[in-house]
């Protein structure tokens, strides 16, 4: 195969040596291709979970429209980020530099750092992208919903991303100079994604208003308690989630973005432990506190609890899962589950409607996620992940802290300006939700020519059929 | 750990940290299949929920058997006889005779094992295309027949023939001259895969004839509007379209065989955005048309999720030799053939319970045409061992100005190779089956629903307790704790 | 990046060397590490394949409880396994010493072996613990399965891991004196995971009592045959077995430990195709006979058995798939094909209600594979898998076949004499099994306020809501 053998070199020992290296840098770059594909794949897969956790919490009236939704927003993603966003967020990144947004490698035209790195990211602009679906459900039109998903990945997320993952970005770790001397630790994106996701979904459900009949009666009276309307399938819904747990095993370890440079392999593992340990302790303590917060004569486990306090931990962890100790993903993760619970109450309170929670479960945990790093981060840990030494405030420093906050302020604040104006825009248009009629009937019948599922009409014909059927079956063997 | 540290002479010492190496590149490439064989096998979970969300409730059973059993009698036949057709190492450029039953697995070495796991996987993805057409009609004798015949002589011919380093029509071929000097580039299988597979499904289907009552109503009068005949659940659909999609991410890039290359890595990596791209353009493209063709504004999601499908078996051929401007126009163009072709099958009355053919059958042949177009010499460069001459897609022979269309031709040759190859073979046994009864369940099984006729029940059982047990259940669970709590 | 040139070494060739050594190794830790994160990865999306199963086998009526509960038990474990299992099972161990126990490294605060290892070890924890929710479903109580899954994985499981897997372990091929000079061979746990789960699983039948209404009538009469209940949704059944094939492509290929050792590519590529194999033969056989087993007037291709035979192929092939040639892997997924056939059916006979059929699957699976590796177990592949030689029965030599007898002897005997009591215990305390009421209504309705399914109930209102709706759309175009 190759020819670093002395002999091969004519017997000059030093070029063997440096025919060697150059071996070992290109297997370096092989692998470390390999688990790029590894990662992004899985989270890529995180789609077919939110679909499916979607799908799950909507009532059936509207299955399909949702569904279409998320399919949809994949590939605008896809489109969207390939076009423009990829350009935006890391074309032309220097770490010597600080920019504001990336001015280079639009439509991969110049293949900057190679396509598994394009194919990483756009498995994580497609994510940010589909938190919205699920707030939004049931009321919102396909228009207003593919606008939205393409300006979030062409644009809205890709500064995001630019600000804190890129080498130029303000925000960045990475840059040379960086923020406070630190710079903001957002690891696998509790900021860059969920909260990006989460902030543009509370926005939208602001400006769209709740389902009919969730709030208000048909009079427009308040309704006391407020209506309740589960979704149709919790069968799907627990899929959704544990597919998402699983792709979580993409999103957190994989942004290491390689693994074969010093300590990779450690700190990609790590996250693999945290993450697994944050997003138990958050279900355990949402399904035990929304439990004993019940009514004490009809104590219920609520799965809903259960699931979304999972996802909270994952969400809480997902910033810091490379730079704390195991034992900090428990409290994270807990905290987390209680942080859902409470951002869920709040909502209703509010009268914010969202159809699966995505607000509570990604907005909130997202900002709870930056500050824990600030609180957690063990300065050896963030050390080995990303070669400089800052602690969180239980190991006395407050610096990150600071930067965290910084960027929690950022994100809602771009956000803000950038998509609130935008969904005022497409109501004041009247583009932004569906009509009345459509809505009461549900979406799969007025626009999609249907209901998602045909099932069994009538299980008394269908037992007649059987019985008739036998009964020839018989006839015809006699 | 190490070994070399102790040898003494320089060039024993070199050798030895080469020989280190050269074994991690192959534990690389070992892993390399194992994770993309993996992903690959989860695609047949993809065409189980597809199908089983296309088909009426009342086959659901039925189908998703189909799926699970041609997964099991794939892995068998291809044991058997299929690998040892395709990859058994003579010469012979059509076909092997070497390996049956793995008979030589001591002589493999891990990577050749792992090969052949990331091929059988490729062959149950064949063989599974086929359920979804033949759906709620189709015997399940008449199945396993098909699949094994299939996995076994059919589809191990075709790989091959385009696979295998000894085919005759094959861009690896480095054991004779290649076909037209070039070879046909199917990098993971629009054609081998996709398109043998289709072709099957097609040729099942004509035999078959459609559902009752999909084209003719009880007299046989033909419907004005072929009827739909519903889906038991789009949620399902969608899944099934998400893991596929999830699969093919193994099934491209995987095709590399090889990862510890830089070329390989490269390639894979651009396969992974190809893919990506296609599968998103076909979706858009099919689901735009479709809801422009439709008087009332239809959001078509089946368009949607079949187009992205087509998306996907469009840039199989081309994944790793196009650049991701050019796998955007494929996926576009994937998503216009699907719509065409759905529609053509309608008019002609052949019937498609999932629409895999024109998935399948028409984006396999568009797929290797592309490549004949779109193919780019820097990339074939790094896909391929570097051809004798390099011949590119037409359209970049064009722009140089010589207007070359040899590797086209290869392609379109390829394209009929597949089509006559397996029209020939099935075409005989599916008609033999049909004589002899054996292919179509009767009428009162097809209308009373495969489940229930064959597999002792439907599929789906929803009762829910009745408000009445319910609103009981309360009343006396309250009393229960009110009387604990009395106490 | 590198720094091993000989410039680089002020000119000394033998540091050069040394330097490039040490990064090889480096390079083989961090394959390694990846390695461990995808099988992981795949083992852990296990976890949805057993609630897809699960959730399709039990009746609509108790989806969500069935469900909530297998997620529960991924956290429980995770927790558990963090906080004690781990270091039980794999805590101090050294080859010279033979331990009961292993007593280092618990919440992971000595990371004795990486991050990595431990990650892997907790996701084959949590299967063990899932095994048993399938089949005490529709009737075991939430507060006695949490207890259960908390024990199962911080202490039973761990015993039985360290004494066959661990360096320390009694029973295990990697100690220096190894019992009956060769060990224990269960490559990726037919014994450790599957029979430990599975003997739980049985242990809890038998204590618990089957469903009401399956083997009895209200007044308390045998039924004969005994009452079918079907579960509510074949097509999550058939999504949960393609879900677990798919995990179980980490499950035995990953537990090589690594892909980078010598062999180690070999182990793993074998045990991915004895995997294929054994599953196939044991779905078709499984089928065949069923289907030929039953009335000739009507016979029946029974899904169940299908997918049960697959997943008893896999348990079956589990023990040996790294030690034995693939034709072997055919007679052993065919014989575990009926092993589970004849299981299932003798379950029945005595009156043991297994709602999915785990105990056949997973126990009855689990001592065959084990049995299997005796059978066939081919000494060149043992050596390459384990460094020394020895062979099944087949090759001539009894000693293997004793050695898996003494394992499936023990792990039967310390789960009973553990979980057995505690059963018991929990029976006495009432707290095992819900209340009659509950039971009938549906455990979704008492315990988890509503049914897991809210489809719509009749398709002639939703017609006539379709064309008021279109009626309407057409008055307002006017």
Tied chains: 1, 3.
């Excluded at chain 1, 900021?191 to 427009?220: C, E, I, Q």
Aim: aromatic share 12%.
């Amino acid at each position: 195969m190759s020819t670093c053998s002395v002999a091969d070199n004519s017997g000059d020992t030093a070029a063997a040596i440096d025919c060697l290296i150059a071996q070992q840098a290109k297997d370096h770059a092989s692998l470390d291709t390999f688990y790029h594909i590894f990662a992004a794949a899985l989270v890529f897969f995180m789609q077919a979970g939110f679909a499916m956790l979607c799908a799950g919490s909507v009532r059936a009236k509207n299955a399909k429209n949702i569904m279409l939704k998320n399919l949809l927003d994949a590939c605008g993603a896809a489109l969207g980020f390939y076009a423009l966003g990829w350009g935006f967020a890391y074309g032309g990144q220097d770490a010597d530099k600080t920019t504001f947004i990336g001015d280079y490698d639009f439509f991969l035209h110049a293949n900057v750092d190679g396509h598994h790195a394009f194919f990483f990211q756009f498995a994580f602009a497609a994510t940010a992208a589909t938190i919205v679906a699920g707030t939004i459900a049931e009321r919102c039109s396909m228009v207003a919903y593919l606008c939205y998903s393409t300006i979030l990945t062409a644009f809205t997320y890709p500064i995001v991303a630019h600000a804190i993952w890129s080498k130029s970005g303000f925000l960045s770790a990475f840059n040379n100079d960086p923020l406070f001397g630190s710079g903001v630790v957002d690891f696998a994106g509790s900021g860059v994604v969920h909260l990006t996701g989460g902030v543009s979904a509370l926005l939208a459900a602001l400006v769209l208003g709740p389902r009919m009949g969730r709030f208000y009666d048909d009079k427009g009276e308040v309704l006391n308690p407020p209506k309740e309307m589960p979704g149709h399938s919790t069968a799907l819904q627990m899929l959704g989630t544990f597919i998402l747990w699983t792709g979580w095993y993409g999103f957190n370890p994989g942004s290491t973005l390689g693994i074969s440079y010093d300590g990779a392999a450690e700190v990609a593992s790590l996250s693999a432990v945290t993450t697994t340990i944050a997003a138990a302790s958050g279900c355990v303590t949402a399904m035990a506190t929304r439990y004993f917060a019940s009514d004490p004569l009809a104590r219920q486990y609520d799965l809903t609890a259960a699931m979304n306090g999972a996802l909270g931990g994952l969400v809480g962890i997902t910033a810091g899962c490379s730079v704390v100790q195991p034992w900090a993903a428990v409290p994270i993760g807990a905290i987390a589950g209680l942080v859902y619970l409470g951002a869920s109450n709040l909502l209703i309170k509010l009268r914010i409607d969202d159809t699966v929670d995505a607000v509570p479960v990604h907005m909130a945990n997202g900002i709870w996620g930056l500050i824990a790093v600030g609180l957690f981060c063990d300065p050896e840990l963030k050390n080995a992940a990303y070669g400089s030494k800052h602690g969180g405030l239980f190991y006395g420093e407050g610096t990150l802290l600071g930067a965290e906050c910084v960027c929690i302020l950022f994100i809602v604040g771009w956000v803000t300006v950038v998509m609130g104006p935008f969904f005022m825009m497409l109501r004041k248009l009247g583009w932004f939700r569906v009509s009345i009629e459509d809505e009461l009937v549900g979406l799969d019948v007025s626009k999609h020519g249907g209901s998602a599922y045909e099932l069994a009409e009538n299980k008394d014909s269908q037992k007649q059929a059987y019985s008739d059927f036998i009964k020839n079956a018989d006839d015809n063997a006699l | 750990m190490s070994t070399c540290v102790n040898l003494l002479a320089g060039t024993v010492q070199g050798q030895c940290f080469q020989n280190e190496i050269d074994a991690t590149r192959n534990n690389i490439d070992t892993f390399w299949l194992i994770f993309a064989g993996s992903l690959v096998f989860f695609m047949q979970a993809g065409f189980a929920m597809l199908c089983a969300g296309c088909v009426r409730t009342i086959n659901i059973k039925n189908i998703m058997l189909k799926n699970l059993l041609d997964a099991c009698g794939g892995a068998i036949g291809y044991w058997i006889l299929g690998y040892g057709f395709a990859y058994g190492s003579n010469d012979n450029a059509f076909i092997g005779d070497y390996n049956f039953l793995l008979v030589n697995a001591d002589g493999m070495t891990g990577y050749d094992l792992s090969f052949f796991f990331f091929q059988w996987a490729f062959a149950a993805t064949a063989a599974t295309i086929v359920a979804g057409t033949v759906a709620e009609r189709c015997r399940m004798i008449a199945y396993f027949i098909y699949s094994f015949a299939l996995t076994a002589f059919v589809y191990p011919i075709v790989t091959r023939a385009f696979w295998d380093v000894h085919g005759w029509g094959s861009a690896f071929r480095s054991t004779g001259p290649r076909m037209f000097d070039v070879g046909m580039i199917d990098f993971a299988g629009s054609g081998v895969v996709h398109l043998t597979g289709g072709t099957t499904a097609l040729v099942a289907a004509i035999i078959l004839g459609p559902r009752i009552g999909r084209f003719k109503d009880e007299h046989g009068v033909k419907l004005l509007h072929p009827k739909d005949m519903g889906s038991h659940s789009v949620i399902l659909q969608v899944l099934g379209t998400f893991i596929l999609w999830f699969g093919w991410y193994g099934f491209n890039p995987g095709s590399t065989l090889i990862h510890s290359t830089p070329d390989a890595s490269y390639t894979a990596a651009i396969c992974a955005v190809n893919t990506t791209l296609s599968a998103a353009s076909g979706a858009i493209s099919a689901f735009g048309l479709r809801w422009f063709l439709s008087e009332e504004g239809l959001l078509d999601i089946t368009a949607l999720s079949n187009g992205a499908l087509s998306g996907l078996v469009a840039i199989t051929a081309g994944c790793s030799v196009v650049w991701p401007w050019a796998a955007v126009v494929i996926g576009f163009t994937g998503g216009f053939i699907y719509i065409g072709a759905s529609n053509l099958l309608i008019k002609l009355g052949i019937d498609d319970a999932v629409d895999a053919i024109p998935v399948h059958f028409a984006n396999g042949i568009w797929g290797c045409i592309a490549v004949g177009l779109f193919a780019t010499g820097t990339l074939i460069n790094k896909a391929y061992d570097a051809p004798t001459t390099l011949y590119q897609g037409w359209f970049y022979e064009w722009g140089n100005g010589s207007g070359d269309g040899r590797l086209l031709a290869a392609q379109l040759c390829g394209v009929l190779f597949i089509i006559g190859w397996t029209v020939c073979l099935m075409f005989p046994l599916f008609w033999t089956l049909n004589q002899f009864g054996l292919f179509r369940v009767s009428r009162e099984e097809e209308q009373v629903g495969l489940d229930i006729s064959h597999h002792g029940g439907a599929g789906v059982h929803l009762t829910k307790p009745t408000a009445e047990a319910i609103e009981n259940h309360r009343r006396s669970s309250l009393d229960k704790s009110r009387s604990t709590h009395g106490q």
